[in-house]
């Protein structure tokens, strides 16, 4: 963080020094908390200098969350190559990375924060959605969804949402046991589709004939196994 020294900086330099600055105060401590001097004397300048670049609070942290919008939207991005279930344990590991490291900025963006209920703030929201929605259907190979399919994979995001907000409640369930078990519900969601979906089943067919044992789909299946044997099981070893 940039504190106590003054120096010239363009008017785009400044504003996203700022930008910068609030975010890393949020990473910390809700929005509604951070007041704008703080911000200020974190950035080395003065209050009436930031209102210079910055129109009200609500724009500065409208800004600020649209910069971590763009940095979440890019945690879905992942090359298509390898098994889908290692694919989606990676997406998840990044996105956990995001909301362990700006958990109260993570709250306020996906709540509405102290511009809640706000057009800017909301379609920020969407975005973010649709960006994992897209990336999602890219790892499944396909562009235009069956109506079930889109209902899984849009279920499955706001899961995947609703569950980090959870999480960030006193992280009560291991970090890595969550981000896997996120990849066993979009399979669990994706099976029963299937059995309604002719598209969701051929999918679904094609996820396990490339997916080895030891990975977070074959372990789903050794899991449910022993669950309707009554046998306990040891899963293989799981991979990075």
Do not use: C
């Not at 929605?133 to 399919?149: D, K, N, T």
């Not at 399979?187 to 999918?203: K, T």
């Amino acid at each position: 963080m940039t504190t106590g020294v003054r120096r010239r900086m363009g008017v785009d330099e400044r504003r996203q020094q700022l930008i910068g600055v609030a975010l890393e105060l949020f990473s910390s401590r809700s929005p509604d908390e951070v007041s704008i001097d703080e911000i200020a004397a974190a950035a080395g300048i003065s209050r009436p200098l930031v209102y210079h670049y910055f129109p009200g609070k609500q724009s500065l942290y409208e800004a600020a969350l649209r910069r971590a919008a763009d940095e979440l939207a890019e945690r879905f991005l992942e090359p298509r190559e390898g098994p889908l279930g290692a694919r989606l344990l990676r997406v998840m590991g990044r996105f956990f990375d995001f909301v362990e490291d700006h958990g109260p900025g993570f709250s306020a963006l996906m709540r509405g924060g102290p511009a809640a209920g706000s057009s800017t703030t909301n379609a920020m929201i969407d975005g973010v959605r649709q960006a994992a929605y897209e990336q999602i259907l890219s790892h499944l190979g396909v562009e235009v969804p069956s109506a079930r399919l889109e209902l899984v994979v849009r279920t499955w995001v706001s899961l995947a949402e609703a569950t980090a907000l959870l999480w960030l409640d006193g992280k009560r369930v291991p970090r890595t046991e969550l981000e896997r078990q996120l990849v066993h519900d979009f399979a669990a969601l994706a099976a029963v589709s299937a059995a309604y979906d002719e598209e969701v089943a051929g999918i679904v067919l094609r996820a396990l004939e490339q997916e080895p044992p030891d990975g977070p789909f074959g372990e789903l299946l050794i899991r449910l196994a022993a669950l309707t044997t009554g046998t306990p099981t040891v899963p293989p070893q799981r991979q990075p």
